[in-house]
């Protein structure tokens, strides 16, 4: 699973149809969900040009952990016009 939207890199370059994809999930100490959100300018390139550690909140019930991590992505008002692929 991967989210698609267009982004503007650190560098102010525009990435048309950036990929950004959730790696890396662990359950943190203070019981929230930690990960990296990687940005790639498309679905096949190995080098990420944005990273950015995230927590989002635990929920125990659930034990897909990458799923909780992108539900919480796609809920922060940057990435609320980003598309599942």
Do not use: W
Request: net charge negative; charged share 20%; with cysteine.
């Amino acid at each position: 699973m991967a989210l698609q939207l267009t982004v503007t890199a650190p560098d102010g370059t525009e990435m048309t149809d950036a990929i950004h994809r959730v790696e890396d999930v662990c359950v943190a100490f203070n019981k929230s969900v930690r990960f990296l959100l990687k940005s790639y300018a498309s679905s096949d390139a190995s080098d990420a040009f944005e990273v950015h550690t995230l927590n989002a909140p635990y929920d125990a019930a659930n034990s897909e952990l990458e799923q909780q991590a992108y539900t919480y992505v796609k809920s922060l008002s940057n990435f609320s016009n980003s598309t599942d692929t």
